[in-house]
């Protein structure tokens, strides 16, 4: 009953820029964590950049100073400004969201399906 409702992706030129967003509706407590992951063909899943309840950011080396995350706490929504893409940035793109239902209670996690980034000349 959690969703992830996903948006952006496409293509684009090498050193140009996209915005991923992405939105968490339902029933939830305290959202812990949201931001996003990709898997690039042939590779396992990894962490692109999350936010948590306190603000703080969590980015894989190789898009520090190109990426950026912004939270919107209110309406449970991130944004991932992309700059200066790379080739290797190419991947589906997921967004992921950690969050708690009611209290007490533990951990829950939501995947949205996925948006397709491709740079390519």
């Known amino acids: 009953q959690v969703q992830l409702v996903e948006s952006g992706g496409g293509l684009m030129q090498p050193g140009g820029s996209l915005r991923l967003s992405c939105a968490a509706s339902g029933r939830i407590y305290s959202l812990i964590r949201l931001g996003w992951y990709r898997q690039a063909p042939g590779m396992q899943r990894e962490l692109v950049a999350t936010v948590d309840t306190d603000g703080i950011t969590n980015y894989v080396e190789s898009v520090k100073g190109r990426f950026t995350l912004s939270k919107n706490g209110t309406r449970n929504t991130v944004s991932l400004q992309m700059n200066n893409l790379k080739p290797e940035d190419t991947a589906v793109y997921y967004c992921?969201?950690?969050?708690?239902?009611?209290?007490?209670?533990?951990?829950?996690?939501?995947w949205g399906q996925g948006t397709l980034v491709t740079v390519s000349s």
């Open positions: 992921y969201a950690q969050y708690m239902a009611g209290v007490p209670g533990g951990y829950r996690a939501v």
